[in-house]
C-alpha cells in the first residue's frame, strides 16, 4: 500500500538565511498514528506547515494521499485536517456556526448529522450556541479539533495538541484520537509530552535541528535503543564493586549501599543468573532488587543529545 504521505529531499531556507529544515525524506503510512518528537526550534511546525500548504518549501516534493501539494493543492489540503496550537479567529462566532462555516470552505455539502456526532464525540454539544469568545482553553482546544474534522479529512494534523490542557482533557483526547484511527484517519502529532507519543503513537520519528534523526517502529526503538537495569540494594555498604566484578557492567552508589547492572534488551542472555552467582561467591549478600526499562524520553534525550555531540 503507497504511504499517505510522500515526503522526498524537503527544504525550507527563511529570508534571514536559516535553514529551518534540511532534506527531511519521510513517508507515512495509511492509517498510523506518527508522533514527531523534537526539541523547539527543532522543524516540527516548519514540517507540519509545508504539508498543509501553510509554508512554501524551498525545494523538494510532498504528496498528500497522492496529491502534489503544490500542482493539485485543492485536492491535497481537502484530504488534510490542521489542528494548530492556537485558535486564532472566529472569536465571536458560536461553535456550530463555526464548525458549519470550516466545511463549507472544502466544498462539503451540509452534513449536520455528521457535525453533531463530531460535537458530542468532543464533548461539546452543549455548548454548540456558545461563543467561542465565552470558552474556557480546553474547549477551545476541543473548538480546534472539530474544525480540522469538519470536511471528514483522512489525514489529522496535531500539532501540540495537549499543550496547556488539563489531565482529563488530554486523556479524552488520547480516546478520541484512537477512535479516529479505528475509523482510518491518519494522524500525525507533534509533541513535547513523552508519554503522549509512548501511550498513542505507532511510529515515531525524531528531528533535530532541521533534520530527520531516526524513524522507526516505537516498540522496535525502545527494544533497540533501551536499557535494562537491575538495582540491588545491598546488605552492607561496599567501599568499592570487587576486583573479580570489575569487568562487569555494574555501578556502585556514591553512598556503597546499592549496586545497578546495566544490560542488552536484545541479548539472548540477561548474565543475571550468572552475575548473582559470582555476588554470592564473593560474599556480597542484597536485601532487594528491582528492575526498571528505559522510557521512551531518556531514549529522546539520549538521541538528541548524540546528535549535538556529533554537530559539534
Known amino acids: 500500500m503507497p504511504p499517505v504521505i510522500s515526503i522526498r529531499a524537503l527544504t525550507k531556507t527563511y529570508a534571514s538565511g536559516f535553514q529551518a529544515l534540511k532534506g527531511v525524506d519521510l513517508d507515512i503510512r495509511r492509517g498510523e498514528i506518527f ?4 526539541p523547539n526550534g527543532a522543524g516540527k511546525t516548519t514540517l507540519i506547515s509545508i504539508v498543509c500548504g501553510i509554508v512554501n518549501a524551498s525545494s523538494g516534493t510532498v504528496l498528500a494521499d497522492g496529491h502534489d501539494i503544490v500542482r493539485d493543492y485543492r485536492a491535497a489540503r481537502a484530504k488534510i485536517g490542521l489542528v494548530p496550537q492556537e485558535l486564532s479567529t472566529d ?5 456550530w456556526a463555526t464548525v458549519r462555516f470550516s466545511r ?29 469568545l465565552a470558552l474556557s482553553g480546553g474547549m477551545k482546544r476541543r473548538v480546534l479539533i472539530a474544525k480540522a474534522l469538519s470536511h471528514e479529512p483522512t489525514i489529522l494534523f496535531l500539532d501540540e495538541p495537549t499543550a496547556g490542557v488539563d489531565v482529563e482533557l488530554r486523556h479524552d483526547m488520547w480516546q478520541m484520537v484512537h477512535r479516529l484511527r479505528e475509523r482510518g484517519v491518519t494522524i500525525i502529532l507533534t509533541t513535547h509530552y513523552i508519554e503522549e507519543a509512548e501511550e498513542m503513537a505507532d511510529r515515531i520519528g525524531v528531528i533535530n535541528k532541521g533534520e530527520l534523526v531516526l524513524v522507526e517502529d516505537k516498540a522496535e526503538l525502545m527494544r533497540k535503543l533501551g536499557k535494562k537495569q537491575l538495582v540491588l540494594t545491598l546488605q552492607a555498604p561496599l567501599q568499592a564493586v570487587p576486583a573479580a566484578l570489575q569487568s562487569l557492567p555494574l555501578e556502585l552508589s556514591a553512598d556503597g549501599t ?4 546495566t544490560y542488552d534488551v536484545q541479548g539472548e542472555r540477561t548474565g543475571i543468573a550468572t552475575l548473582l552467582r559470582q555476588l554470592a561467591d564473593h560474599g556480597v549478600d542484597f536485601k532487594d532488587l528491582h528492575s526498571s526499562e528505559s522510557s521512551l524520553e531518556e531514549i529522546f534525550v539520549g538521541l538528541v543529545r548524540s546528535a549535538r555531540e556529533e554537530a559539534a
Do not use: N
Request: avoid cysteine; hydrophobic fraction near 45%; glycine fraction near 8%.
Open 91 to 95: 472569536a465571536f462566532e458560536s461553535v
Open 104 to 132: 463549507g470552505l472544502f466544498g462539503k455539502a451540509p452534513d449536520d448529522a455528521y457535525l453533531e456526532q463530531v460535537l458530542r464525540d468532543l464533548s461539546l454539544w452543549d455548548k454548540r450556541d456558545s461563543k467561542i
Open 35 to 38: 508522533a514527531l518528537l523534537g
Open 258 to 261: 546499592s549496586l545497578t547492572y
